[in-house]
């Protein structure tokens, strides 16, 4: 039976609507942070906190992956950014004391925004097998919890290990390390559920699964395109530089649904003239497309300059075509074949502005498009950001000043994470350098990706689940089935710096080591340590907390992960090699005799030996060696493998003294090199789709507020939206809760529809009048995620179509 969603914490009696924003940020936007921020931290600490983001020698901001201007402003200030910070940076604890205050029970009717609000977590936390309540435990004791828990599993396969976009480059290297010597790529991770789509086309395309611009090139660009993004909540440090780019000359089209405010007005807080004036128009056009209209809308600009093309000559870049992409012939066959009437019925665009808009693409100079999660999370996702890939490859728009890709990321080292090796399906480039740097055999064989996961866990076929960060109870489509899967497994562990859903729904037994995050100060072996992070546009430099962590003894990821490996695999001490076999607990460890490998106790270390452990089921499998204590008191030694193992990280810790910034090598950008296999960029041709909406139906997109972070809720407002005081509200056309037969205000439920017959619901939603094509409906995630159907993802990249859900409106009895 499904956990019931927690209720008390839901008043949707107080929900009221106001008017929309038309512009955002300014003042307001100021005073709203600095509010939250005092309420959390206090008045000293936020200043204290707010003026150390983003600045040379300061920490990273973890509010989103955007890159820093070169010339800061002194805390060049960030609504949301200055959110994410006091979330983290609150003075609240959760401690021991806590958790024996609340059952475990109780803690489970509580939604994710009552249990963030707790505040930070401090002690490490085990949940026995059917306790009430959760008990404190000593690091160590925690520690061979998990270690003891991995090493009785009958296969490495059956370990889950989940990361989130948060954990910084030295400690997801270290990560994929302790999974990949267990012996799984089971590393499943936040960008399978969000630009996984992205990594799909462009690695296929271009031949590399990032983005192809730097933040010179946004100043730079004739033609912006925004496609399925709303950067005034998500991304507002990217509303500087788009208002440099309109200084410039730019123009910007705005691809969306909904009129989001940001890509209307902005008003730049940094400067007098957004303070005081009414602002700046960003959007030179507004396309109000229907959801999952973009794939058209890319086609109908490609087949636009194709025709004009071929009619006029001069649009195309032939030499470029010539030179650097295949498969042009089939994709202009494609789409000269694509009837215009069909691209209008798929975007709800009509042919006039359509043509406009590409207009617009065949005069620009330099294009770069831009897009999150309204691209990336459609059952098309991947063809949409191919024909997104074809547009800018017609006019040679890659890998020139002021034009290219731009996935615009979501999580501040989201992208590191994946450059770090936070990947199911690793290359073998890649898992060859590990091998020879740590003397092991990586797995080969394919781990499970987000969706699979949850398959594996709820089949029974996964019994250890991890997670570095995050919260994956709500973040993952399905929520009932998601909860009963981990339920299902035998342990739980979760690596988080603050309380969430995940915490409450657990396996059978559950561990929760608190760390530390961005903001806090990391001491290790005596020495400050730093972290490093990759931002959007491949730009790699350090982080380091300034503040004092939330209790003494705090372990950082580093040091939980360096510890699990010590244990797991013996360490490689200076140049002795010890394995772990006088500790008692060791003794489970199956490591063979030290014959089998050649090594003796006493005898002198024996250079980059395998060592190797037999698996129960007779699989022999060698261990990653290091020196895992000397890794935790020192993270410029794990830079020094990350270098080794890594391209484009040569002089890794020079390049990133004082504040500097490593940029990575991006063929495409740097020169035009594409690593496909035929060394070109590829046009492909994608036969057109785009959702069908059943009659009396509504197509739900998921989406976020403007007072959250993912699953963490900072307040129940979402003022650009004009929506205030709850979070259960359904945005809808006027002239479609008029067809429905509802009226403003009605409370509904929500039931998605699916072909496996399963009934999905979410209730009690407040119908709200909103300005949104018809037959497309918009409410937030998570409280959604119920509704999204597991095997409901993407073609080829997996990822669940959180934009794209079919759901009837049920009324509820008054
Ligand atoms: N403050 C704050 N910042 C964040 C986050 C947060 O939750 N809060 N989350 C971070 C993360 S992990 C991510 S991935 C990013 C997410 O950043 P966004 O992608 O901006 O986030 P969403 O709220 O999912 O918004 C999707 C946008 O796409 C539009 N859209 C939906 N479907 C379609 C479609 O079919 N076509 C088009 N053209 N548009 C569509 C929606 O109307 C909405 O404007 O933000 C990051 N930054
Ligand atoms: N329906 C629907 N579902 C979605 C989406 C959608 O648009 N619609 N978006 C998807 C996307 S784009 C993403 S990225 C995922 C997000 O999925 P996740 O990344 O799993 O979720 P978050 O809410 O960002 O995780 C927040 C938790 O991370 C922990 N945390 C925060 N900072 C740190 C840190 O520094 N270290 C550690 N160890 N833990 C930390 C805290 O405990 C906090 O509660 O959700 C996806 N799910
Ligand atoms: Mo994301």
Redesign the pocket.
Known sequence: MALKPPKADIDEARVHVSGRKKVAVGVPAVLHALKISQEQMGVKRSIQTLLAVNQKDGFDCP??AWPEEEKRHIAEFCE?GA??VAEEATIRRVTPEFFAEHSIDELRGHDDWWLGQQGRLTHPMILDEGATHYRPISWDDALREVADALRALDDPNEAIFYTS?RTSNEAAFLYQLLVRGLGTNNLPD?SNM??ESSGSALTETLGIGKGTVSIEDIHQADLLII?????G???PRMLSALEKAKDNGASIVA????P?AALIRYKNPQTPRGVLLGGKKLADEFVQ?R????QALFQAIGKHLLEVDEREGGVLDHVFIQEHTTGFAPYAAEVAAVPWRELVAATGVPEKALRRVAERVRTSKSTIVCW????TQ?KHAVATLRDVVNVLLLQGNIGRPGAGVCP????SN?QGDRTMGIYEKPSEHFLAALDREFAFTAPREHGHDTVEAIRAMRDGSARVFMAMGGNFVSATPDTNVVEAALRNVDLTVQVSTKLNRSHVVTGKRAIILPTLGRTDRDVRGGGEQRVTVEDSMSAVHSSRGRLVPPSADMLSEVAIVARICAQLFGSDAGSHFEPQIDDESAVDVDFDQPEHVGIQSDAPAVERTHLERREPHGRPQSVPRADWAALEADYALIRRHIAAVIPGFDDFEQRIEKGRTLFLPNGPRDDRSFATATGKAVFTANPLEYPFIPHGRLLL?T??SHD???TTIYGKDDRYRGIHGGRRVLMVNPKDIQKLGFVEGDIVDLVSEWRDGLERRAEEFRIVSYSTPRGNA?AYYPETNVLVPLDSTADISGTPTS?SVIVRLERRAA
């Open positions: 509010g989103c949301n959110k994410a976009g936040c969000c630009h496609a399925g993004q709303n950067p909540t998500n991304h691809v969306n649904p909904l989001e497309i959801l999952g209209g973009d999150a999660m309204g691209l459609h615009v990321r979501g999580h989201v997109q989406i976020r959250q972070y993912n918009a934009k």
